[in-house]
């Protein structure tokens, strides 16, 4: 079946420090990817998707590329801001939503 | 444009109790799913619809939970009776279009605290 396996937290890091999370799949057909970020006492909210091979996906900053070789889908950020703690969910789309556990990043002034 | 609605948005029942959540999608939305999200995990889904159709149940434990969506657009998951497994979150997304991959919206999830 289709799984996610995302890099474990918690991440602490300081403003203005390079974030990297790391994702990677295993899926039957292509699926669609997303990164899905929950903010402190609110709901999943969807931060940036691509739906095939060498698409990037892009929001508030962050980037993330559909590697279909690799089947990888790393979330990077070049500058984080206090405003980015949050948890950050690696998600894959095929029909139903398959999420990561979730990565717990903490950014500090 | 209002989100997902959902209430309660904390529930705390002892066990063996029955609880009910109720979800409210976004005006247009005629897929709308139920996911369940335990304590440092991502969400795991129970139930998808495609208007008034339960398209894929396979993951709902049929046992003791149940779910509707009366005229495809409200829907209400319950669980009767309650275990203090079933402590979690349960949130509710809808998308637009029956297609798997279009986007999912989330409303902000009910807390249920079994003990």
């Known amino acids: 079946g289709n799984s996610v396996t995302q890099m474990e937290g918690p991440v602490t890091l300081s403003e203005e420090a390079f974030l990297t999370i790391n994702c990677t799949y295993t899926?039957?057909?292509?699926?669609?990817l997303f990164w899905y970020v929950q903010y402190p006492g609110e709901g999943l909210q969807l931060l940036l998707k691509?739906?095939?091979?060498?698409d990037k996906g892009s929001n508030k900053g962050f980037e993330a590329t559909y590697r279909k070789e690799t089947t990888s889908f790393h979330l990077e950020k070049g500058s984080v801001q206090v405003s980015d703690s949050a948890v950050y969910f690696c998600a894959l789309n095929d029909y139903k939503l398959s999420f990561g556990a979730g990565t717990t990043v903490t950014v500090r002034a | 444009e209002a989100g997902v609605v959902q209430s309660p948005r904390y529930k705390i029942i002892e066990k063996k109790q029955p609880v009910a959540f109720w979800c409210n999608p976004i005006?247009?939305?005629?897929?709308l799913y139920w996911y369940r999200q335990n304590l440092g995990q991502g969400p795991e889904l129970l139930i998808r619809?495609?208007?008034?159709?339960?398209?894929?149940d396979s993951q709902l434990p049929k046992d003791r939970f149940s779910a509707e969506r009366l005229k495809g657009v409200d829907s209400t998951l319950k669980i009767q009776p309650a275990e203090l497994g079933d402590s979690a979150v349960y949130l509710c997304?809808?998308?637009?279009?029956?297609?798997?991959?279009?986007?999912?919206?989330f409303g902000p999830g009910t807390r249920l605290t079994v003990l």
């Open positions: 997304a809808s998308s637009f279009g029956t297609s798997g991959y279009n986007e999912q919206f």
């Open positions: 619809y495609e208007n008034e159709e339960a398209v894929d």
């Open positions: 005006s247009g939305h005629n897929t």
């Open positions: 899926a039957t057909g292509y699926p669609s």
């Open positions: 691509a739906t095939k091979a060498d």
